[in-house]
């Protein structure tokens, strides 16, 4: 996760402390950090997206984690320290207690986002969310009207999402807006940008295309297109940030997005760019994210290194704590992932950037080639750029 607000506009940002070491409580070092928790709690969903990494549907979905074994995780989350637990699903709302999980949770102490695709939140429900003390709901949204209902296969589904953005911000809920970039959507980003200034939102994600899921079949963005479309959203990012309206604007998903970044601020501002590869470094990009910062836990119990890597199991929380899966000095795999520079291959191996990027998403890799050291497919950076000094 990038964001583009405090490296590229040098905002300060409130997660400042994990993703780059600085201010009040910032871990030694990247890879010292609790990993922030995706929590699938349901794979039932009222949309069918085309992208969805969980292929989720409107139907039961057997071997879903029961309340006794919600408590269970809620408990050792907290136990373990984790800095965050991101709900998803599915979608997180239709589950028949969601609101009790997030209670639960947040008497336990726990930090508590949301991730829903926003049409089940009216007024009562931003009340609610608002009430229980989530630190922030993302919204997903693929694009203006027709293109929005084209990805999430219903029409209406653009505006109950306006609604739901309306209904947070009426209650002073902080919302972000959450897009994956693809072929679709690209000619709306423009008109996305608008409206991310329009509805006065917060927070926005920018995700590069994962394969997982329905993901599997969508036309992912051309690497010239990605080079295009993080040019365009720096530019809007950076004149918010002059304009005194700054947002929190990341790009999730691509860690190459850093080394880009900083190409981009050598040519601009050769000072503050040598400043931001020194945060960069020490965030380490994929090196010190699936597997490390990030974790999930999805709606049967089984632990992955991230949300979208469904086919690598770490354990299952129904028979072991997450915070011992999650610890198990005998997992080799896991293990291996943490410490990755040594085992990678091709274009990743020998890039000169590797201490920034961490090698990519790893999953891509996997997903692609089937090779968890190979390359990641979508790294757009073209070969003069990584390639190594004599």
């Not at 290194?305 to 915070?323: A, I, M």
């Amino acid at each position: 996760m990038i964001n583009l607000t405090r490296l590229y506009c040098g905002v300060s940002q409130s997660a400042d402390a994990l993703r780059y070491g600085q201010g009040h409580g910032a871990p030694r070092t990247a890879s010292e950090r609790k990993p922030i928790v995706v929590w699938n709690i349901t794979r039932r969903c009222n949309l069918k997206c085309i992208h969805c990494y969980s292929d989720s549907d409107a139907r039961e979905y057997p071997g879903e984690l029961n309340w006794d074994q919600c408590t269970n995780v809620v408990k050792d989350l907290a136990g373990f320290g984790v800095p965050a637990v991101l709900l998803s699903g599915g979608e997180p709302l239709v589950h028949p207690r969601f609101f009790d999980i997030a209670t639960m949770a947040r008497e336990a102490g726990l930090r508590l986002t949301l991730s829903t695709n926003g049409t089940l939140i009216d007024p009562a429900a931003a009340e609610r969310i608002k009430a229980l003390g989530f630190s922030y709901v993302g919204i997903s949204l693929d694009g203006i009207g027709a293109t929005h209902d084209h990805f999430r296969g219903r029409v209406g589904a653009f505006e109950k999402a306006v609604r739901a953005f309306r209904n947070c911000k009426a209650v002073q809920q902080k919302v972000g807006l959450r897009l994956t970039l693809s072929r679709h959507n690209l000619d709306d980003l423009d008109g996305i940008l608008d409206f991310i200034e329009k509805e006065n939102i917060d927070r926005v994600c920018f995700y590069h295309l994962v394969y997982s899921g329905r993901g599997r079949g969508m036309v992912d963005v051309t690497h010239q297109d990605s080079r295009k479309a993080l040019d365009k959203i720096l530019e809007r990012t950076q004149r918010w940030a002059a304009d005194g309206t700054p947002r929190e604007v990341l790009t999730v998903d691509q860690p190459a997005d850093g080394p880009y970044l900083y190409m981009r601020l050598l040519r601009e501002n050769p000072e503050r760019a040598h400043q931001v590869l020194d945060l960069l470094k020490w965030n380490g990009g994929g090196a010190n994210s699936s597997g490390t910062g990030i974790g999930n836990i999805d709606t049967q119990g089984n632990v992955h290194p991230d949300q979208f890597w469904q086919s690598l199991t770490l354990g299952n929380v129904k028979e072991r704590p997450f915070s011992e899966i999650w610890r198990d000095p005998a997992n080799a795999l896991l293990s291996n992932l943490r410490n990755r520079n040594e085992h990678l291959r091709g274009r990743c191996a020998n890039c000169r950037f590797l201490g920034v990027c961490g090698g990519g998403f790893r999953v891509r890799a996997v997903q692609v080639y089937n090779d968890l050291w190979a390359s990641d497919p979508a790294c757009y950076l073209e070969e003069r750029e990584i390639a190594k000094t004599a």
